[in-house]
């Protein structure tokens, strides 16, 4: 397997440059990942690609920012083209469209692409109004061993509407991936750490949304977390926190707040009088974390098989909460600085955990694969 990639900014020289970039394909992509950052002009840089190529799938989303080997792009009209070649597997392109309120279907409808020979899934869901944990607690049930990677989609932190590329088609309310099948080598590591704020019990909710906690509206708990947090008006409040439900590992849920409906609303449903904890990422903590666990993870993988490796990580995870938001690209880089890196900040890596996937913020993954 070959991996191109290259981050670019639009501009009137864009199709120049897109051009210049793609005439050097050794032939046409099995499959085209497309990130960018906002949607202007979206349409233009898929028509570019879809000319050149109008047999390639093209896949991809809005997101939060784009990372390129050891660079990372928060900045606004930065898009990031991605091209896979592959020596023997196959890459199945797939949409479903209306997502939102239909996440069941949606979990039944991904189970039903599933074959003998799948090997992983890259997966690219709407997050505004959808319940991403929904859809993977439905694979789950018949596929918890076949692992996704992807995310959930941003939209510069407006939080009105992501969207989702396939084609020359650009959807609001979507989810679309690539399934791979065929013989290939994957890894990855996960890195999150958070510390808690204070204890509460969730004692009114209806699938993703929080409208009470210990029997009071949920977003009058808003100056108390930030009191607590000792951060004022220092970040987007939209991630700021999450809950951490007790008695359960790896159950940390995000939280963004819903001003319409004035409730907290979470990536996936936590049911009524659920004990959990307000928590906040720890700062000090998630360097020491990342670098402990690319030392290890470096010393893991087998290199011989790796000829890529994808970064999706939470935009909390970036400028939101920290100065320099290619300090962990760059520490990732460092161990992995010969095969090309690609990747995201989203809304909420989505990755495998022993009971299936699941989607977590104030997350950084790095999964790394290649055809044997």
Do not use: H
Request: some cysteine; charged content about 25%; aromatic content about 16%.
């Amino acid at each position: 397997m070959v991996v191109e990639t290259k981050a670019f900014k639009y501009s009137s020289e864009t199709k120049k440059e897109i051009l210049e970039f793609i005439s050097l394909f050794p032939r046409n992509p099995d499959a085209i990942l497309l990130f960018s950052k906002d949607d202007v002009k979206i349409n233009t840089v898929l028509s570019i690609l879809k000319n050149f190529y109008p047999s390639t799938p093209i896949i991809g989303s809005t997101v939060e920012g784009v990372i390129f080997n050891k660079l990372a792009y928060e900045t606004n009209k930065m898009f990031l083209i991605v091209a896979l070649f592959l020596k023997k597997g196959k890459v199945i392109p797939f949409k479903f469209e209306r997502a939102t309120n239909n996440e069941k279907k949606a979990g039944l409808y991904l189970q039903s692409l599933i074959s003998k020979n799948t090997s992983f899934i890259f997966l690219f869901v709407e997050s505004i109004a959808t319940n991403v944990g929904k859809i993977l607690t439905i694979f789950n049930e018949k596929y918890k061993n076949i692992p996704i990677f992807g995310f959930a989609s941003g939209d510069s932190l407006e939080f009105k509407n992501t969207y989702q590329f396939f084609d020359l088609n650009v959807c609001t309310d979507s989810m679309v991936g690539l399934i791979f099948e065929g013989d290939f080598y994957y890894d990855y590591m996960v890195a999150l750490k958070t510390k808690p704020l204070f204890d509460l019990i969730v004692t009114e909710s209806e699938e993703i949304f929080i409208k009470k906690i210990n029997n009071k509206k949920a977003l009058d708990f808003i100056g108390e977390i930030l009191e607590k947090a000792d951060i004022k008006e220092k970040v987007a409040l939209q991630f700021l926190f999450g809950l951490k439900i007790k008695g359960k590992k790896r159950s940390f849920s995000p939280i963004s707040i819903n001003y319409e409906k004035k409730y907290f609303q979470v990536l996936e449903g936590i049911p009524s009088n659920t004990e959990a904890s307000f928590v906040v990422p720890d700062e000090d903590e998630r360097i020491n974390d990342i670098r402990l666990k690319l030392d290890l993870f470096s010393k893991s993988v087998n290199f011989s098989y790796i000829q890529a490796g994808f970064i999706s990580s939470c935009a909390g995870c970036g400028k939101i909460l920290y100065d320099d938001s290619e300090e962990e690209v760059k520490y990732i880089w460092e161990k992995f600085d010969s095969i090309p890196i690609f990747g995201t900040f989203n809304f909420g890596p989505i990755f495998p955990i022993k009971d299936g996937s699941k989607v977590s913020n104030f997350t950084t993954t790095f999964f790394v694969f290649g055809e044997k």
